[in-house]
């Protein structure tokens, strides 16, 4: 399908984009690799296109004086990827940031948009007026379910949250500044997206007329080790089949406070508390290890086809948690 007929608007402040999207349909353009897809396939309309591309206060990467980071919403997953500061205070981040897509798509997408894409249920993605289309079936509970999730559908809608940077954020107790009509508010990257049970056809607390601006990662504690590990499917791009973000505080061998948060599990950046809760206070040595990745998948509820994502999480989160240790 070819394009549908939209305005096309770049508003040169925050206020005026806001004002923007105040309209009938309004939709946000970043870097648009996520957004002319969707309007492409028809998954959603669109009169107005707002795009932030003039809005320069929302690039870039700065040291805050607490010794943080600030992300603008605009910065690209390339240069977040190949931050000096990003690598050297949240390697965590940075290499989650090097694991989306392929290059060309990680120099036109920005963090704003990745952790604001749509989902890739190939229903959703396809012709199919599922539920989160404001339909009244789940056509992957039934159907073709593989890449769905194991946590967290509540019976409802099985996608998986698609971003690799989300998790990370989650991890490092990163918090968005959403900015509307009215004012702004800090929201915990944690509270941005919004589970099926609470509400099936969104997937960010964010209001039409809000805009993500910027995310705010708070200093990085002594002793803080963090990682990113994806399997795909294949070694080209794709989307997790599984993934985890590490965030662990280490005195003396011990893990003093553990953030573990999976991806390709659930519909939003999933934290795993059980394997938190096994590992903290202990040293990780090969028993509270294994422990601790059986734990996280006590939990799950897999479909028909993706009963495989079990063994696989507990085997990568087992292999992440040793890795970190001798890292
Ligand atoms: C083929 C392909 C493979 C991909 N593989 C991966 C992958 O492996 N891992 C991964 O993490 N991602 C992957 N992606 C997703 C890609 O990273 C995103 O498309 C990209 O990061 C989105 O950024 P963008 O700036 O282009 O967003 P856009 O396309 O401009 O926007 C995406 C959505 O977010 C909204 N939005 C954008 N910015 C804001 C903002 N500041 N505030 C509020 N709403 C906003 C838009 O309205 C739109 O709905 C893939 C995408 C494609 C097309
Ligand atoms: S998993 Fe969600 S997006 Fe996919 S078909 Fe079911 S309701 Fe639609």
Do not use: F, K, T, Y
């Given at each position: 399908m070819i394009l549908p007929n939209f305005a096309y608007v770049r508003p040169k402040s925050l206020k005026e984009a806001i004002q923007h999207l105040a309209s009938d349909e309004a939709r946000i353009h970043a870097g648009g690799t996520d957004l002319l897809g969707c309007l492409r396939d028809d998954i959603f309309s669109a009169k107005k296109i707002v795009s932030l591309a003039e809005l320069k206060e929302l690039r870039g990467i700065y040291p805050t004086k607490e010794g943080g980071l600030r992300i603008g919403a605009l910065t690209t997953v390339t240069e977040v990827a190949g931050s000096k500061i990003v690598q050297e205070r949240y390697p965590g981040l940075a290499k989650a940031a090097a694991e989306v897509a392929s290059p060309q798509l990680r120099n036109q997408g920005t963090i704003g948009g990745n952790i604001c894409q749509k989902p890739r249920c190939w229903y959703y993605r396809g012709e199919f007026h599922c539920l989160r289309k404001g339909g009244d079936k789940c056509f992957a509970f039934k159907g073709e379910n593989q890449f769905h999730c194991i946590f967290g559908s509540s019976s409802i809608c099985y996608i998986v949250h698609p971003s690799d940077i989300a998790p990370a954020l989650v991890a490092f107790d990163a918090t968005a500044r959403v900015v509307g009509p009215k004012d702004g508010r800090w929201v915990p990257l944690e509270k941005i997206h919004v589970l099926p049970g609470v509400d099936p056809q969104k997937e960010t607390v964010l209001k039409a007329d809000e805009i993500l601006t910027e995310i705010l990662l708070p200093p990085p504690a002594p002793g803080l080790r963090s990682s990113y590990r994806k399997v795909r499917a294949r070694q080209s791009w794709d989307f997790a089949l599984a993934g985890v973000a590490l965030a662990l505080q280490l005195k003396e061998g011990r893990v003093e406070k553990a953030r573990v948060v999976l991806s390709?599990?659930?519909?939003?950046?999933?934290?795993s508390k059980e394997v938190e809760r096994v590992i903290t206070g202990k040293r990780l040595d090969a028993d509270i290890v294994a422990q601790g990745a059986g734990a996280a998948v006590e939990k799950a509820e897999p479909l028909e086809q993706n009963g495989y994502k079990i063994p696989l999480f507990r085997g990568m989160i087992e292999e992440e948690l040793l890795a970190i240790v001798k890292a």
């Open positions: 390709g599990a659930a519909p939003v950046p999933w934290r």
